[in-house]
């Protein structure tokens, strides 16, 4: 059963694959686009979350919320037909979220959790 933050993301686990796959998939979409400021954008937050990741690191708050590549692929990419844009908006939006909340593995995979203010400390 997937929790609140998609299919693919119920676990710490689950967030470093999702994080590595978005690293991937942001390689061939900006040879496509290398001017792309959202895409620019994502990259340098793909960096910053791997290396505040690394290791078992936390990010502190503040690194958490300096995060918005979500909210910035939304808006770059909202109509997008395009199906390798459309699947990294989608993920730039799943990382972005359970990065703000940062929830352990119990509340990250419970369908019933529903991530509040005060989660993102």
Same mark, same amino acid.
Request: proline share 7%.
């Given at each position: 059963?997937? =929790? *609140?933050? =998609? &299919? &693919?993301?119920?676990?710490? /686990?689950?967030?470093?694959?999702? #994080? /590595?796959?978005?690293?991937? !998939?942001? *390689? @061939?979409?900006?040879?496509?686009?290398?001017?792309?400021?959202?895409?620019?954008?994502?990259?340098?937050?793909?960096?910053?979350?791997?290396?505040? %990741?690394? +290791?078992?690191?936390?990010? %502190? @708050?503040?690194?958490?919320?300096?995060? +918005?590549? =979500? #909210? %910035?692929?939304?808006?770059?990419?909202? =109509? %997008?037909?395009?199906?390798?844009?459309?699947?990294?908006?989608? #993920?730039?939006? !799943?990382? +972005?979220?359970?990065?703000?909340?940062?929830?352990? &593995? /119990?509340?990250?995979? &419970?369908?019933?959790?529903?991530?509040? #203010?005060?989660?993102?400390?």
């Amino acid at each position: 059963m997937a =929790g *609140v933050f =998609g &299919d &693919d993301i119920n676990s710490r /686990a689950d967030f470093q694959k999702a #994080l /590595a796959l978005a690293r991937q !998939k942001i *390689v @061939p979409a900006l040879q496509r686009m290398p001017n792309d400021p959202a895409l620019q954008s994502m990259q340098k937050q793909l960096e910053a979350i791997d290396q505040w %990741t690394a +290791n078992g690191r936390i990010p %502190t @708050p503040d690194e958490r919320r300096s995060i +918005n590549m =979500g #909210l %910035t692929m939304y808006r770059q990419f909202e =109509g %997008t037909e395009d199906l390798e844009e459309y699947e990294l908006r989608e #993920l730039a939006g !799943k990382l +972005n979220n359970y990065l703000k909340y940062w929830p352990d &593995d /119990a509340r990250a995979a &419970d369908p019933d959790y529903r991530p509040s #203010l005060a989660d993102r400390a």
